[in-house]
């Protein structure tokens, strides 16, 4: 299956534990980001080394040349891997002209920014990636503004919130920008935040685009954290 051919929605926390292996082959990686392009669609995966070759990276020992794969090449994601149709001699790195897109966003640039309503109101901060089996994306929403939600909803566990990407009216420098007031989400199904199970099930649904709509998700127990990158 091919990320846009899902047989279930899988995470970025969980692609990232993932071995990414060229078309002859060879391990290439794993994923430590991924891009969007202007318009928010899936445009690619950048791909890490070790480490070891990260940090000699970060502290400039070394060029910073980590390659990047469309995400059309992406042919297959098995339980240990994610397989490409190109060969690793072949990888072009993200320093090139026009690997990248111009204006484009990255996960790691996103989740550093904050997210507000319509109305300006600051409402959470992105802190998971889904890639559903229609192949949109959609953000987990969480953190301490998502805390006073739940609180103002009577809810007393902790939530996170599904906001699909055609929830987004603009990302700029100032942050993240949804389309609709907070008031105005559609927010529960049967007035209840979705436990591990519906989520999946739910999740699992969307293989259609446009589908998928703002749910809230009951955040897993401290006990439950061994399969938090599964969900979250």
Not at 113 to 128: A, T
Request: charge should be negative.
């Amino acid at each position: 299956m091919s990320m846009c051919e899902l047989d279930e929605y899988r995470t970025i926390s969980e692609l990232r534990k993932k071995s990414v292996i060229s078309r002859d082959g060879l391990k290439i990686g794993r994923i430590i980001d991924v891009v969007f392009d202007s318009n928010y669609r899936l445009h690619s995966f950048v791909i890490g080394g070790s480490k070891w070759e990260e940090l000699r990276e970060f502290l400039g020992f070394i060029e910073d040349v980590d390659p990047v794969i469309p995400v059309d090449s992406v042919i297959e994601v098995t339980d240990d891997s994610i397989n490409i149709n190109i060969p690793k001699e072949k990888l072009k790195h993200k320093l090139e002209e026009d690997v990248i897109p111009e204006n484009a966003f990255t996960y790691n640039e996103l989740k550093r920014m904050k997210i507000f309503d319509k109305n300006d109101q600051k409402f959470g901060k992105l802190i998971n990636l889904v890639f559903l089996p229609c192949g949109e994306p959609a953000f987990i929403i969480g953190g301490t503004r998502m805390e006073e939600f739940a609180e103002s909803l009577k809810f007393e566990d902790n939530i996170d919130l599904l906001l699909p990407i055609e929830y987004i009216d603009n990302i700029d420098h100032k942050g993240i920008k949804m389309k609709t007031r907070i008031s105005e989400l559609q927010l529960t199904k049967d007035n209840k935040p979705m436990d591990k199970e519906t989520q999946r099930v739910y999740l699992n649904s969307l293989k259609r685009k446009g589908d998928a709509k703002t749910q809230l998700l009951l955040r897993p127990k401290p006990e439950e954290f061994h399969d938090f990158a599964r969900f979250h």
